[in-house]
């Protein structure tokens, strides 16, 4: 049970100081009089009028019940009307329930409504007949909090059909935020078509990919094939097929029946596998389906590094892609740079770097779901001192593997348990390396370039979990060390990094099913020690060096039209600090 205690107004408040005007207590001088009126009512004391509810009585003052609603002061005083209820000693009721009357009526006398779970579907309607706006609100915000993905749908309906705009609005950005839940429950499988088809084509579904906009149209045909089966084709439109990965198309779309029989739903397929196979002409191909949702509210967070005062930084600076906005947050304990970052379960771990002195193995992390900004603190160090290490996350563990540690680079790779806050040792690589890029695609980890102390790399390896191996794959076409690398539509990207003469702006990106490297457009400045994260379905260099100045600027690369853009600068000019992207509850 829930108890929502609601004033239709609220008391005027004093500002003059010394001894408290009178009129402060206008307030419980109110109260007494309310409850010296509920008390002749419930004694049926100077009474003028009976509210007659399901064939049950209900004595009442007019005065009162017009004070409070709209709806009965309309019904005992307007002259123009001449409402036959007005003078009549008995009014009867309809469209409510005499217990429901009752929870109302002391609300009128005495300011106080009980909402529960069992009453709410009845007291809403109830307070919106008689234009009780206390009651009304109280229902609101008692269903507002009991929002669930198995009942917001049900719930936006039911805001809507009385035209509770806020809890309709909160109903219906809880059902985008948690789009992958609500799917999966009766209450979807239940919409008519024109509502699933207003849910799926929305931008701001907050989704990892689009497979579960795509799992969900499959879900709701065969829930009742018979009837629904002719919709797939309009439905299928909205699916963003092109955003999903050549294995998903192939393995599971190509294989589902509904589509098979289909003709314009193979039509669409068609459309991704040409978007993939042919990358010439996705700018000719640019569309509503090509489109990436926006919905997702990821924030990048930059951390660390080697500052304008030529020493390392404990500054973090936050990036919002939707208002391009800037922010701080509260700095890591200890100035870091050639920092280790990833996000994992809403907190930010950065890991080893460089303090000015030493080489570090220590690592921090944000709880950024702790409170508004977050709170630092310390977990378990890594097994060894790591600066320009790789990291990255597969499953719910962290993974690290190079670095350096003030006298030799390393070919180990560690994994950390956030469940039992424990760092262990895996199989090294062939190849020692500092300053390589870490990455995780179709389930396996890749580490690209870097320096093994004498020659800068274009050497990739991969580690696979269920073996505990590392292999070799086809090496990049340049040599790099301090690149960005990110896994963006099946594809690893690696941005900028330094070739051991040059400072680099271009871009190449690694097909991971053909195990062949392609150049891109280069970026629009040189970038070494550079930042990548992917952020809405666009690839993004953060900061860098430039060969002359440290930067401040970030870059967006669109793979669509395969352009890059500068879109914002932050407050602190930096190179190699810590780079991840964190989704916002």
Not at 61 to 78: E, K, P
Not at 243 to 272: G, Q
Not at 427 to 448: K, S, Y
Request: glycine share 8%; hydrophobic share 40%.
């Amino acid at each position: 049970m829930a108890e929502a205690t609601v004033g239709e107004g609220e008391p005027p408040t004093c500002k003059t100081g010394g001894i408290a005007p009178r009129d402060i207590m206008t307030n419980s001088h109110a109260k007494s009089i309310l409850n010296a009126m509920n008390a002749l009512r419930k004694s049926n004391t100077l009474c003028d009028v009976t509210l007659r509810v399901d064939e049950m009585d209900f004595p009442a003052h007019r005065i009162v019940l017009a004070a409070c609603s709209d709806y009965f002061c309309a019904m005992f005083t307007n002259e123009v009307c001449q409402l036959s209820e007005k003078d009549k000693p008995c009014v009867d009721l309809q469209g409510l329930t005499a217990a429901t009357m009752e929870i109302l009526l002391d609300f009128v006398y005495t300011e106080t409504v009980h909402v529960t779970v069992e009453n709410v579907q009845e007291l809403l309607p109830a307070a919106c007949l008689l234009q009780l706006k206390g009651v009304k609100q109280a229902c609101c915000e008692f269903l507002e909090s009991q929002l669930d993905p198995s009942n917001c749908l049900g719930i936006r309906e039911f805001a809507e059909a009385h035209s509770c705009m806020d809890l309709q609005q909160a109903a219906e950005l809880f059902s985008l935020k948690h789009f992958p839940d609500v799917v999966y429950n009766e209450e979807f499988r239940l919409l008519p078509q024109p509502e699933v088809q207003k849910l799926i084509k929305c931008d701001e579904i907050q989704v990892d990919s689009e497979e579960p906009v795509f799992e969900a149209v499959i879900n709701w045909v065969k829930y009742d094939e018979p009837v629904r089966s002719r919709f797939l084709p309009e439905l299928l439109q909205y699916v963003r097929m092109p955003l999903l990965t050549p294995r998903f198309i192939t393995d599971v779309i190509d294989t589902e029946p509904l589509v098979h029989k289909s003709l314009e739903c193979r039509d669409l397929v068609d459309e991704a596998k040409k978007f993939h196979l042919r990358p010439e002409i996705r700018a000719q191909m640019q569309g509503p389906r090509t489109k990436p949702r926006l919905g997702a509210n990821e924030v990048l967070l930059v951390i660390g590094g080697f500052g304008s005062q030529q020493s390392p930084i404990d500054v973090v600076e936050k990036y919002d892609p939707k208002s391009q906005d800037w922010s701080l947050l509260p700095s890591i304990t200890r100035k870091r740079r050639y920092v280790a970052t990833v996000s994992l379960n809403e907190r930010v771990y950065v890991m080893g770097g460089y303090d000015g002195r030493s080489r570090l193995s220590s690592v921090e992390c944000l709880d950024y779901g702790a409170d508004e900004d977050g709170v630092w603190y310390s977990v378990a160090p890594m097994n060894v001192r790591r600066g320009l290490a790789g990291a990255t996350t597969l499953g719910d563990m962290i993974y690290v593997a190079g670095g350096f540690d003030g006298s030799r680079r390393h070919t180990s790779m560690e994994r950390y348990d956030p469940n039992i806050d424990q760092w262990s040792m895996l199989g090294d690589m062939a190849t020692a390396r500092e300053g390589a890029g870490l990455v995780v695609a179709n389930g396996v980890i890749f580490c690209v370039g870097g320096y093994d102390g004498i020659n800068i790399l274009n050497s990739v390896e991969r580690f696979d979990p269920h073996t505990g191996h590392w292999s070799h794959v086809s090496p990049m076409s340049t040599k790099r060390s301090g690149a960005g690398v990110a896994l963006l539509n099946d594809h690893v990207y690696v941005v900028g990094g330094f070739d051991g003469a040059a400072h680099l702006a271009s871009v190449e990106s690694y097909n991971i099913r053909t195990d062949t490297w392609s150049s891109i457009t280069s970026m629009t400045t040189p970038r070494c020690y550079v930042g990548a994260a992917v952020l809405r379905g666009r690839l993004y260099a953060i900061a860098g060096y430039d060969g002359n100045s440290l930067l401040s600027s970030i870059e967006c690369y669109d793979p669509i039209i395969d352009t890059w853009e500068v879109v914002s600068s932050m407050g602190t000019q930096r190179c190699d600090a810590g780079v991840c992207v964190l989704r916002e509850k």
